[in-house]
């Protein structure tokens, strides 16, 4: 897959958008969003699925149809959500329907989100295995495409599953010294598309009090507190919503130039693509706003 996932990187560009917003959204108001999205110059559009989330190919059928360009990507699908037959043939009917313009990105999720959908989580990178497998012999009737996929990888083992498997891998809720050993993982070819949370305010402390706002789900889960310990953070850091050194590494703060840096810190240690999450400090004011104002400072 390594051509594909160079073809890939260059497809999506160094910067993308990732958005939790966009799920909250009537349909009409969806659409005016990505619309906006792809008008400010971005080529990519990720989208979430987890649990109480719109349906991820429904959803990502709603964009696509909306938008003459832009990627749509999802990250992630989780697999706990459908058989490997449904995952694979969803994302052949998106391919076939918007060819170079979805990527599936795939992932095992967390353990309360999956027991709660009344599975056990055990063996994450084993079921991944097993289910990229069962993707791969999925009976479909359409017309034969190549679905491409990614998969939501923290750990090296999953990394390292990644590139054996799919084009590459998505990182979520990183600071910068983990793209550096996910490229490691990975090699040189595959894909390396690193979500970063950005927050554009004007001092540091109302910076912080939005970032721990994002950061508080993340934290109670062990996915992500796990891989935090990997690369050093202690209890000192991980308790009562992260210290502000935590925070600061998490979260791209303060004004646009200091999104730019952190993309390029990204970039500088291996990431092909960086796709930013843009907190709102007042959480009534119109998303699209603030994405404007990190278009301008970094779309250049």
Same mark, same amino acid.
């Given at each position: 897959?390594?051509?594909?996932? %160079? =073809?890939?990187?260059?497809?999506?560009?160094?910067? &993308?958008?990732? =958005?939790?917003?966009?799920?909250?959204?009537?349909? !009409?108001?969806?659409?005016?969003?990505?619309?906006?999205?792809?008008?400010? &110059?971005?080529?990519?559009?990720?989208?979430?699925?987890?649990?109480?989330?719109?349906?991820?190919?429904?959803?990502?059928?709603?964009?696509?149809?909306?938008?003459?360009?832009?990627?749509? +990507?999802?990250?992630?699908?989780?697999?706990?959500?459908? /058989?490997? $037959?449904?995952?694979?043939?969803?994302?052949? +009917?998106?391919?076939?329907?918007?060819?170079?313009?979805?990527?599936?990105?795939?992932?095992?999720?967390?353990?309360?989100?999956?027991?709660?959908?009344?599975?056990?989580?055990?063996?994450?990178?084993?079921?991944?295995?097993?289910?990229?497998?069962?993707?791969?012999?999925?009976? #479909?009737?359409?017309?034969?495409? /190549?679905?491409?996929?990614?998969?939501?990888?923290?750990?090296? %083992?999953?990394?390292?599953?990644?590139?054996?498997?799919?084009?590459?891998?998505? =990182?979520?809720?990183?600071?910068?010294?983990?793209?550096?050993?996910?490229?490691?993982?990975?090699? +040189?070819?595959?894909?390396?598309?690193?979500?970063?949370?950005?927050?554009? !305010?004007?001092?540091?402390?109302?910076?912080?009090?939005?970032?721990?706002?994002?950061?508080?789900? #993340?934290?109670?889960?062990?996915?992500?507190?796990?891989?935090?310990?990997?690369? &050093?953070?202690?209890?000192?850091?991980? =308790?009562?919503?992260?210290?502000?050194?935590?925070?600061?590494?998490?979260?791209?703060? %303060?004004?646009?130039?200091?999104? /730019?840096?952190?993309?390029?810190?990204?970039?500088?240690?291996? !990431?092909?693509?960086?796709?930013?999450?843009?907190?709102?400090?007042?959480?009534?004011?119109?998303?699209?706003?603030?994405?404007?104002? $990190?278009?301008?400072?970094?779309?250049?």
């Amino acid at each position: 897959m390594t051509d594909g996932a %160079r =073809s890939w990187a260059e497809r999506l560009g160094p910067i &993308g958008i990732w =958005s939790h917003d966009v799920e909250r959204m009537p349909a !009409a108001a969806a659409r005016e969003f990505a619309q906006a999205i792809e008008s400010c &110059g971005f080529r990519a559009l990720w989208l979430p699925e987890s649990l109480g989330s719109k349906e991820i190919f429904a959803h990502a059928g709603l964009i696509l149809s909306a938008t003459t360009r832009l990627i749509v +990507a999802s990250g992630i699908a989780n697999i706990w959500a459908r /058989d490997p $037959v449904a995952m694979a043939n969803g994302a052949r +009917a998106l391919v076939d329907a918007y060819p170079e313009r979805f990527l599936l990105g795939l992932g095992v999720s967390h353990a309360p989100i999956v027991k709660t959908r009344g599975n056990a989580y055990a063996r994450p990178v084993e079921h991944m295995r097993e289910y990229l497998v069962a993707m791969d012999a999925a009976p #479909y009737v359409g017309p034969k495409v /190549d679905a491409p996929r990614v998969l939501a990888a923290l750990g090296p %083992r999953m990394l390292r599953l990644s590139s054996e498997r799919s084009l590459g891998a998505h =990182s979520y809720f990183v600071p910068v010294e983990h793209t550096t050993l996910a490229r490691k993982e990975l090699g +040189a070819a595959p894909l390396l598309a690193v979500e970063q949370a950005v927050v554009l !305010a004007g001092d540091a402390v109302t910076a912080r009090e939005v970032g721990r706002r994002h950061m508080k789900r #993340y934290l109670d889960l062990e996915n992500y507190t796990n891989n935090l310990r990997r690369l &050093g953070w202690g209890d000192r850091h991980l =308790s009562e919503g992260g210290s502000d050194k935590l925070v600061d590494a998490i979260v791209a703060s %303060r004004d646009v130039t200091a999104v /730019d840096e952190r993309v390029r810190e990204h970039r500088s240690r291996g !990431a092909d693509h960086v796709c930013l999450q843009v907190l709102r400090v007042d959480i009534k004011a119109p998303p699209i706003d603030d994405i404007e104002r $990190v278009a301008n400072g970094v779309l250049v």
